[in-house]
């Protein structure tokens, strides 16, 4: 299959609104550019590193970037006209400039080019105490007492190495009991719903705008031999989609949602409905400026918070019902 690669171009300040927007449109798998974090990493004397190669040195002075992927059929070239009237509206919102110009560049790539090429920097790697994740590709020994998550998320996001998705799974690893409901909204590649079924969830419900992404859930459900009757995957939009509220229930021990924070706040008055009285929710895909802006609307909506964890300026948020006791060991 032919795909189109479409590269935006904005501002660190119009990354996350900009990403927002993609998630919004059902596009989950994209990639960040980000030449201040670049440029930081490469002055950093501190750093533990010996080379970088001159290919990589130009990232340093690029303009930032967020690049994505969508299929060269009628449903995604539908997609690429609904994507230049998000961006022309977000530019129309963005009366101060700060998002940048907001424009983009497109190319033609083959799915083997951008499926296959990045396959050789995900590597096995340990994560909380009870898990480890490994592609799906590669053989990997690990101690007994790790359950060990085979994913590949081909184009959807999720391989478990972005600080927002090794955060929610720190975060699971300590706080999901054995037999509990799990709901994993904006699932994308599943790596959420598979460690939910590794650490020992009744049933797990995986939901995502993209029909892609639930494609590809289901796929690593079936690599991780999980079993159908532990799961179901539903396609569609939480926010818009009423009948599929209905079908995705409530009295959930657990939700996942590692999205943006655009689309949490919009979330945030659905979640205690979905939660049972003891449940909790994990929130992740939050840039650490608008931290806050979640935790008050999360507040607002009757949940409390009962931990955070950062990393490489992100934030995850472990938020429950107020019936549910305080969480202390999780902070």
């Not at 995705?248 to 949602?257: K, P």
Request: with cysteine.
């Amino acid at each position: 299959m032919q795909w189109r690669e479409i590269e935006i171009f904005t501002t660190k300040e119009g990354i996350e609104p900009l990403t927002g927007c993609l998630e919004l449109l059902g596009i989950n798998g994209f990639q960040i550019s980000d030449s201040e974090e670049f440029r930081a990493f490469t002055e950093d004397k501190s750093a533990n590193w010996d080379y970088i190669d001159d290919s990589l040195l130009g990232l340093k002075d690029k303009e930032n970037s967020v690049t994505c992927y969508i299929a060269m059929n009628e449903q995604g070239m539908l997609l690429i006209e609904d994507l230049k009237r998000e961006l022309a509206a977000l530019k129309e919102r963005d009366t101060e400039g700060r998002f940048g110009r907001l424009e983009f560049e497109e190319k033609t790539v083959s799915e083997e080019d951008w499926e296959n090429n990045w396959k050789q920097y995900f590597k096995p790697f340990t994560v909380g105490d009870r898990l480890a994740v490994s592609p799906s590709w590669e053989s990997f020994e690990t101690d007994s007492d790790r359950a060990v998550i085979y994913i590949d998320p081909e184009s959807s996001f999720g391989t478990g190495q972005h600080d927002t998705t090794k955060m929610c799974l720190e975060m699971l690893d300590s706080t999901l009991c054995r037999g509990e409901r799990v709901l994993d909204l904006g699932c994308g590649s599943g790596i959420l719903s598979v460690a939910a079924a590794k650490l020992g969830a009744d049933y797990i419900t995986s939901v995502d705008i993209d029909e892609n992404a639930v494609r590809i859930a289901k796929q690593n459900y079936e690599k991780n031999h999980v079993s159908e009757y532990q799961y179901r995957t539903l396609v569609g939009n939480i926010l818009e989609d009423e009948e599929l509220r209905a079908e995705i229930g409530g009295e959930y021990d657990l939700i996942c949602a590692n999205i943006v924070s655009d689309v949490l706040i919009a979330m945030s008055g659905l979640f205690a409905q979905l939660l049972s009285e003891r449940g909790r929710l994990i929130v992740s895909g939050i840039i650490e400026e608008r931290a806050f802006e979640v935790h008050d609307a999360l507040k607002a909506a009757g949940l409390i918070s009962c931990g955070v964890r950062k990393s490489g300026g992100w934030v995850t948020g472990l938020f429950t019902t107020p019936k549910h006791p305080y969480l202390s060991q999780n902070q």
